[in-house]
């Protein structure tokens, strides 16, 4: 079976939807399926390569609009393949359209990584876009239950949806080394270290993070990951008299995040908006051990980390609640094992690669 993926980037771009297909992709050569990703590039130019056995066609981008890529290529490339069935995956409605267009005979799934949230200008137009594509997919992949739930654009097409997970390898992150991170100041050795991975941007809600680690004492905090409101939040450390116990890391390498998950206490994601739909960086903490604290938001994010067996679940943008969920855990070291454990089993028994693979390979073959 030739299956043709559709997403907006492919690793080595970073990111929730990238991780996702990559791991599909690699996955199913794996079973001996043909498998090529169409996506976009970073620059004007169309690059082809091979990775991990999934041709990667990168087609060129000249410009963003709304943070989409577009470019006018996708239609023809589609147009231009053979193949049995095609993947695509949303948020993306610059593609959505594209698919449409391109007319093809063969029978589409969907995977709804989450709905479009506060695009003011080109919300209802690409909101549109998204349901026309689900209208003609044979199938939607919707990762959680709650995704159903909560998303006004999968009701409507609730008899079409299916759960099948999110996958992740936890091997890597369950064997890594837990070295200490040469960028963090040697003499946090001593002293817990919480960790937040992901985009310093609005929804990630990182200023709630530093206003609830002002109610814990001597812990630490390690931030990975870039964004708009990075000197902004490293303005309200200083403003808390929290500079001496946080750390702005950046962008790291896997291996070094990998290392931190396994070093952290726990990993905090106090996302305040449901544009955080599921949480990969849960699973990876969870993979490595680590219990996750993380908010109550009407998407998947409570269904990955499951309150009390594999974590805590706290009220969005409540400072105290988070901040007390932190002290106990702190306070607490042996129950933080105890949820640690239990999320890397919930991870090896109910996101493995290999289960994920299985069930969209039996949804394919039933869609054709």
Sequence with gaps: ??????????????????????????????????????????????????????????????LLLNSQPFTLRLTAAL???????LHFHTPNPV??????AARSSRPVVATHHSDII???????????????????????????????????VLRRFAHKCHIIHFPIDSTPYALADDGWDEALPASWQNDPLILFVGRLVYYKGVNVLLDGLAFTKHARLAVVGEGPLEQELMAQARALGLSERVAFLGGVSDQRLKALYKRCRF???????????FGMVQLEAMAACRPVISTDLKSGVPYVNQHGTTGLVVPPSHCAA????????????????????????????????RSVVDAHLALYRRSI
């Design 1 to 62: 079976m030739h299956i043709v993926h559709v997403g907006k980037y492919y690793a080595p771009y970073r990111g929730g939807i990238e991780t996702v297909v990559e791991q599909l992709c690699r996955g199913l050569v794996e079973r001996d399926q043909q498998v090529t990703a169409v996506v976009c590039n970073d620059g004007p130019q169309t690059v082809e390569e091979t990775l991990h056995g999934v041709r990667v066609i990168r087609l060129g981008t000249r």
């Design 79 to 85: 147009r231009g393949l053979t193949f049995d069935l």
């Design 95 to 100: 593609g959505a359209l594209a698919v449409l």
């Design 118 to 152: 506060r695009q003011r200008i080109l919300g209802k137009p690409a909101s549109s876009a998204q349901a026309l594509l689900y209208r003609k997919a044979a199938a939607i992949v919707a990762p959680t239950p709650k995704h159903v739930e909560h998303s006004r």
């Design 267 to 277: 990993l905090v994601l106090p996302s305040v908006a449901r544009s955080e739909a």
């Design 322 to 353: 988070l901040g007390a969920a932190m002290k106990l855990l702190l306070d607490n070291p042996s129950y933080a094992e105890r949820l640690g454990r239990a999320a890397q089993e919930r991870v090896v028994s109910e996101f493995s690669v």
